[in-house]
């Protein structure tokens, strides 16, 4: 672009058209993100010292803390937990672990072997929280949302066998294009099709379908290119492959693994996503890298009040429950949780108090199993990904990491989200939860049984830090309590995934803080 440097351009372009324009214009020039983070937020204007209590350690409250002393603020932050990251949280061998109801665990996984109970994945699109990636120096691996040879299992199908993703897919959308290309043919298509697109819709049909001269999908070398070989090519004297049989339309329709197929197209699980290497929690141990000397921890806020003036915290240590002690500040920026901030005195409206009650938190459990050998990899060529099932536990992911690797490794065994099933293995003591994710995932992996070596499990509903997994808004809460949430109430302002339309999500979190403390230094300076 010569002259004009593009920035001008869309923003010339903005004033003269509005920025739906600039919008379409930054689009076809391949500029528009979809994120709404706008890079680093700039909190311009003299804060004249003004202070501010951050209630929480999580991903929200550090993100608020960083940038608010950035600007100037006075930031202290009580966390109830000895650690920072809240939710963003690693599980490894020697850590320990109280649930609600006193049920303790110990994590006894070997050296470099981890679980991550809470968030563990990040797509592309998180621009907020990839830049503080970025700018904190978390290194990033790929997170292996899809892989092809992955299974899919459904536990009155074939005989309870698992079926690999790519057959399926294949099977499927061949079978799929087959029937479309038969209807096209017999010209059943014709009103919706005309003439002219009739050709290309059989092509393109043709390609997608893996579908042969005839437009029919059966076992042969074409179709063996996308689903897999029953016998693969080889070197040397016997080296041609044989194709595999295709498994029957009717088969997948009844065994309803078409289901699956669709998610890993979500826009959320699209490639590519990430993780951070070593673990979820090295981006909270970066930002306390940052924010830590601000945080006093093991501090459990009992009450919250404020005044015209100020705003006074208590909260108690934990190891001294008994002896309450208080902080003032200017401003609060409260990233409790809801189930937690519901039972706690906050001085606060009716409205902001009603949009607190409105939002249940939903149920999950994780459970990390320690094997004595990487079987999946060795005995099955799985490597990374995820495989669903019908089955209570949900889905099998395996640990997109130390690839090839001699040795023990740690899968997810299980990672209920939501319906009945996540509440009947909360109600489990944690051994139990461990024992029936090593007995349901024996109708995945056989090995399971003999391979097994020990495992962990954690129910959010038990967190004592959370008391759920995340905000699971109802559309009609959100359009009632979403703003009067996240409005400032007098010297208050709440922040965290919760008051955002990306809840259960780290993303959520942060765009959520900058958001608040944005609007928070608007108050400050103009006043
Ligand atoms: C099972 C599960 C899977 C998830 N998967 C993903 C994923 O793949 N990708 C993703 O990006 N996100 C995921 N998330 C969501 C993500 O974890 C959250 O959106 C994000 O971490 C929330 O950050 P936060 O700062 O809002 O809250 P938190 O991290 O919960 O921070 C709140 C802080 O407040 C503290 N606190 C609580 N009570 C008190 C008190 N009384 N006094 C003082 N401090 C208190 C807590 O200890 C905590 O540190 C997942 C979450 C769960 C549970």
């Known amino acids: 672009m010569e002259g004009i440097r593009r920035r001008d351009l869309f923003s010339l372009i903005g004033t003269m058209a509005g920025s739906a324009a600039m919008y379409h214009a930054m689009t076809a020039l391949g500029f528009a993100s979809e994120s709404r983070y706008q890079g680093p937020i700039k909190l311009e204007g003299d804060p004249n010292g003004a202070?501010?209590?951050?209630?929480?350690?999580?991903?929200?409250?550090?993100?608020?803390?960083?940038?608010?002393?950035?600007?100037?603020?006075?930031?202290?932050?009580?966390?109830?937990?000895?650690?920072?990251?809240?939710?963003?949280?690693?599980l490894r061998g020697g850590d320990r672990f109280v649930e609600l109801g006193g049920a303790a665990q110990t994590c006894a996984f070997d050296e470099g072997l981890y679980i991550n109970p809470g968030p563990w994945r990040i797509p592309y699109h998180h621009r907020a929280l990839l830049d503080y990636c970025k700018r904190l120096n978390v290194a990033l691996e790929p997170f292996i949302q899809l892989n092809h040879n992955a299974y899919l299992h459904a536990s009155r199908a074939f005989g309870g066998v698992p079926q690999r993703i790519r057959e399926v897919r294949t099977d499927f959308q061949g079978q799929l294009a087959e029937l479309l290309a038969k209807a096209a043919r017999q010209g059943k298509l014709d009103e919706a099709v005309s003439t002219e697109d009739r050709g290309l819709l059989l092509e393109a049909l043709r390609s997608w379908g893996a579908l042969d001269g005839n437009f029919g999908y059966n076992a042969n070398?074409?179709?063996?290119?996308?689903?897999?070989?029953?016998?693969?090519?080889?070197?040397?004297?016997?080296?041609?492959?044989?194709?595999?049989?295709?498994?029957?339309?009717?088969?997948?329709?009844?065994?309803?693994?078409?289901?699956?197929?669709?998610?890993?197209?979500?826009?959320?699980?699209?490639?590519?996503?990430?993780?951070?290497?070593?673990?979820?929690?090295?981006?909270?141990?970066?930002?306390?890298?940052?924010?830590?000397?601000?945080?006093r921890y093991n501090a459990k806020v009992t009450e919250i009040r404020q005044n015209g003036r100020a705003v006074t915290v208590t909260y108690v240590d934990t190891a001294e429950p008994a002896a309450?002690?208080?902080?003032?500040?200017?401003?609060?920026?409260?990233t409790i949780p809801l189930p937690i901030l519901g039972q706690l005195t906050l001085d606060?409206?009716?409205?902001?108090?009603?949009?607190?009650?409105?939002?249940?938190?939903a149920a999950a459990v994780k459970i990390g199993l320690q094997f004595k050998r990487r079987f999946w990899e060795e005995d099955e060529a799985v490597y990374g990904g995820i495989?669903?099932?019908?089955?209570?536990?949900?889905?099998?992911?395996?640990?997109?990491?130390?690839?090839?690797?001699?040795?023990?490794?740690?899968?997810?065994?299980?990672?209920?989200?939501?319906?009945?099933?996540?509440?009947?293995?909360?109600?489990?003591?944690?051994?139990?939860?461990?024992?029936?994710?090593?007995?349901?995932?024996?109708?995945?992996?056989?090995?399971?049984?003999?391979?097994?070596?020990?495992?962990?499990?954690?129910?959010?509903?038990?967190?004592?830090?959370?008391?759920?997994?995340?905000?699971?808004?109802?559309?009609?809460?959100?359009e009632q309590h979403y703003r009067n949430l996240c409005e400032i109430d007098g010297r208050i302002v709440l922040a965290g995934e919760h008051a955002s339309e990306l809840p259960a999500w780290q993303e959520g979190a942060i765009l959520s803080a900058l958001d608040a403390i944005g609007r928070l230094h608007e108050r400050v300076t103009r006043t």
């Open 51 to 90: 202070s501010v209590l951050v209630l929480g350690a999580g991903l929200a409250g550090m993100t608020a803390a960083l940038e608010l002393r950035k600007a100037g603020y006075k930031v202290q932050i009580l966390e109830f937990n000895g650690r920072a990251g809240g939710r963003n949280w690693t």
């Open 221 to 295: 070398l074409t179709s063996a290119e996308f689903r897999g070989y029953a016998r693969a090519p080889g070197g040397g004297l016997d080296a041609a492959p044989q194709p595999g049989e295709p498994i029957g339309l009717s088969d997948i329709l009844k065994s309803r693994l078409w289901r699956y197929l669709q998610g890993f197209a979500n826009y959320n699980f699209q490639t590519t996503m990430f993780q951070p290497v070593g673990g979820m929690d090295m981006i909270g141990k970066a930002f306390a890298r940052e924010v830590g000397d601000l945080i």
């Open 324 to 334: 309450p002690q208080t902080l003032t500040a200017d401003w609060c920026v409260c």
């Open 348 to 361: 606060v409206g009716p409205a902001m108090r009603a949009a607190i009650d409105a939002v249940p938190y």
């Open 387 to 478: 495989s669903y099932t019908d089955l209570p536990i949900r889905q099998i992911a395996y640990p997109n990491n130390a690839f090839n690797g001699a040795g023990k490794g740690v899968l997810l065994g299980a990672y209920l989200f939501d319906g009945a099933n996540a509440y009947e293995f909360t109600a489990m003591p944690p051994e139990e939860r461990v024992a029936r994710a090593v007995e349901f995932g024996a109708g995945i992996h056989p090995q399971y049984r003999a391979e097994f070596d020990n495992g962990v499990a954690v129910a959010w509903h038990r967190v004592p830090f959370t008391l759920g997994c995340s905000g699971n808004w109802s559309e009609k809460a959100r």
